[in-house]
């Protein structure tokens, strides 16, 4: 039995459902942006906008829209956030122009942000406390499957019917979500303002601090765009603490910044989430733009990790709960750091390396993403699970948009180290010793952001 009673079981597979269509268009998009790149002829900085803009949003507002969910029900924000991703979708695969696509695909992100914290924090609320950690275990392996079956299923439907299709294929499912949400019992505590103003300053200096960093490598450190940027980051973070200092009801309330055992917990996320999507990718591109594979099979290549994800998750989610917390999340990043070692020999050509680096990614994940969320429902105190779900779900996000923004300074690195000149628009595409120099550098960033996670890994009970 999947869980006792009739509404736990409809209340899982609802927040699986729309949380399932957040992981495709996380991941798909590594399969079809050399299928973007041919049909909307982009650059590598508008392809990092395309990945980013998604992650820009979700991340910024994935916090007030925690407070949201703690404020007016979790299931009311669940259920307009699958709404509007749906929309959303719909116009990302109608894009016509790769401007259009980013802001599409900024508008998605936003909707991500109302629907995430409010399905994780739901299965601490509407779950007898008993089966949470199967529960999350069975999120988890769920939200894999759609994470499992996004790489191969985007890269049929974009092979065959285009990339636009591999974005729409998740809006049924959505609208699934929705209808079964209705049956999810409202949890709302009236009374606590909401930030909204605190959230578009928030994402404001995220999407300065993310700007910079895609622009810099081609423009320089000097350049003055790159510095209006950082600077107008840095303003932006100012006026958001200030802002936060003064608001009567802060998106981060006093109580959480002052949890340490929270905050390791959320720094651990931001570095051990830095590598899968930064690896997916680079290893998409290499096949792809260097070695000629078509997005089907680029697809079945990148299966085996979210296959492990899928498979272990529940089970190591049950282990990590029951006193091995410190074992899983140490063992994980170490993975995940290792898996770089196999794709390393992708750059000549080998691509049967794709495989056990791809297991590697996966046995790693499979150790923090069940465990972590459910440590962070173990500690997070009564009342507070949404905001802190959407901490974690942001930090999450965060270390994604961070690592991604980051390739394209570690490319241009690798392909100056390898005696390139001035780096083009799209380091990491195309063959020949430059470009293997940018992939190289790529996989160190991921490793070295993996490794960094292990001193921050945190058992799920306090004094422990």
Request: net charge positive; hydrophobic share 55%.
């Amino acid at each position: 039995m999947l869980l006792r009673g009739f509404h736990e079981r409809w209340t899982l597979i609802a927040c699986i459902l729309a949380t399932g269509a957040i992981f495709i268009d996380i991941s798909v998009v590594n399969v079809v942006l050399p299928e973007i790149h041919r049909d909307l002829h982009t650059s590598l900085a508008q392809e990092q906008w395309i990945v980013n803009a998604y992650l820009i949003t979700m991340t910024a507002f994935v916090l007030p829209s925690g407070v949201m969910g703690d404020v007016w029900g979790h299931r009311r924000m669940l259920m307009i956030g699958c709404a509007a991703f749906a929309v959303a979708t719909v116009f990302v695969g109608l894009a016509p122009t790769a401007d259009f696509l980013v802001g599409a695909r900024a508008v998605q992100g936003l909707a991500a942000a109302l629907i995430t914290p409010s399905s994780v924090a739901i299965l601490r609320t509407a779950i007898a406390p008993e089966r949470q950690a199967r529960a999350v275990g069975l999120w988890v392996t769920g939200t894999s499957i759609s994470s499992a079956v996004a790489p191969a299923f985007g890269g049929i439907v974009g092979g065959l019917l285009g990339w636009r299709w591999a974005f729409l294929v998740v809006v049924p499912f959505v609208l699934l979500s929705l209808w079964l949400a209705r049956g999810i019992l409202s949890d709302g505590t009236p009374g606590r303002r909401v930030d909204l103003v605190g959230g578009a300053i928030a994402s404001v200096a995220i999407a300065l601090l993310t700007g910079a960093l895609i622009e810099w490598p081609t423009r320089g450190i000097g350049d003055p765009l790159v510095l209006g940027l950082l600077a107008g980051s840095v303003v932006a973070l100012l006026v958001f603490i200030q802002h936060e200092r003064m608001f009567p009801d802060p998106m981060i309330p006093a109580r959480a910044v002052r949890d340490r055992l929270m905050n390791r917990v959320h720094v651990f996320t931001i570095l051990a989430w830095s590598t899968p999507l930064t690896m997916g990718l680079l290893v998409s591109i290499r096949l792809q733009s260097a070695l000629g594979y078509g997005p089907i099979a680029t697809g079945f290549l990148l299966l085996p990790m979210s296959l492990m994800i899928m498979t272990l998750s529940r089970r190591l989610t049950a282990l990590a709960a029951d006193r091995h917390m410190l074992l899983m999340l140490r063992l994980g990043p170490l993975l995940t750091a290792l898996s770089v070692v196999p794709a390393w020999f992708l750059a000549d050509g080998r691509v049967w390396v794709v495989i056990p680096a791809e297991v590697l990614l996966g046995v790693g994940m499979a150790c923090m993403a069940g465990p972590v969320t459910h440590a962070v429902l173990q500690l997070a105190e009564h009342g507070d699970e949404g905001i802190q779900s959407a901490i974690n779900l942001a930090a999450a996000r965060f270390g994604t948009l961070l690592s991604i923004a980051l390739l394209g300074i570690a490319a241009a690195i690798g392909w100056g180290l390898a005696g390139g000149g001035a780096v083009p628009g799209n380091a990491l595409g195309g063959s020949g010793p430059f470009a293997d120099g940018a992939y190289e550098a790529g996989l160190v960033l991921s490793a070295l952001l993996a490794l960094a996670a292990i001193p921050f890994a945190t058992p799920a009970r306090r004094g422990a």
